[in-house]
């Protein structure tokens, strides 16, 4: 069964920047058809789609977020991840790592979510 | 604000049915397929429709999907007090060139 965990630090300063990797384990991140993703939900609202990676290193990227979140990817280490950077109050939010199925495009494991919280 | 258009809750007693409307334009769900996910309060989004109207393995038949047009649509039958959580539809928006999310909307069993 397929398992992803988010971690990193659950307080950043604003300012700084927000990192997160997500540990994926009964299964290969290099498959084909799938790509890596970051969703998020700030408190009281919507998911939000942040980006997403194939193995191969292509990003993509939710355009109000594309110049400060950037994902990469260790196939090594079955792990990916992001960061944000020049973080406000606004990016307080749980922060999910999921799989996208390429074909048809949806998110079918999630890791458990971290909350992330902006603050001095 | 989001895209995707659902209403913010809808309600019923255990055992009837309820049904989430999902609305957006061609630029998102008039093109491409819907997904539909159930999130509890502290755990990840699970699921529950691909592809318009496609089940996971493990996901009861009582879920079921549609589209038609700009529109998607999500029924829970037999509703059960397990059911009470927040919905979310989603797909590909070609012109914000985005993966989107519905606003999201809370089942409320009675």
């Known amino acids: 069964q397929l398992q992803l965990q988010e971690s990193g630090p659950g307080l950043v300063k604003p300012s700084e920047t927000l990192s997160l990797t997500c540990s994926v384990s009964?299964?290969?991140?290099?498959?084909?058809?799938?790509?890596w993703g970051w969703i998020r939900q700030p408190p009281g609202k919507e998911l939000e789609w942040i980006g997403s990676i194939y193995y191969s290193g292509a990003t993509y990227y939710n355009p109000p977020l594309k110049s400060r979140a950037t994902i990469s990817v260790d196939t090594s280490k079955n792990q990916f991840s992001l960061t944000v950077s020049s973080v406000t109050a606004a990016d307080t939010a749980v922060y999910y790592c999921?799989?996208?199925?390429?074909?048809?495009?949806?998110?079918?494991?999630w890791g458990q979510g971290m909350l992330v919280t902006v603050a001095s | 604000q989001s895209v995707l258009t659902q209403p913010p809750s809808v309600s019923a007693a255990p055992g009837q049915k309820v049904t989430i409307s999902c609305s957006g334009s061609r630029s998102n769900i008039g093109n491409v397929d819907v997904s539909w996910y159930q999130h509890l309060p502290g755990t990840p989004p699970k699921l529950l429709i691909y592809d318009n109207n496609k089940r996971p393995s493990g996901i009861p038949d009582r879920f079921s999907g549609s589209k038609s047009g700009t529109s998607a649509t999500l029924v829970i039958t037999g509703l059960q007090t397990g059911d009470e959580a927040d919905y979310y539809c989603e797909t590909w928006d070609s012109s914000l060139s985005a993966w989107v999310f519905g606003g999201g909307t809370k089942v409320t069993v009675l």
């Open positions: 999921a799989r996208l199925e390429g074909n048809s495009g949806h998110w079918d494991y």
């Open positions: 009964g299964g290969s991140i290099s498959g084909s058809n799938y790509y």
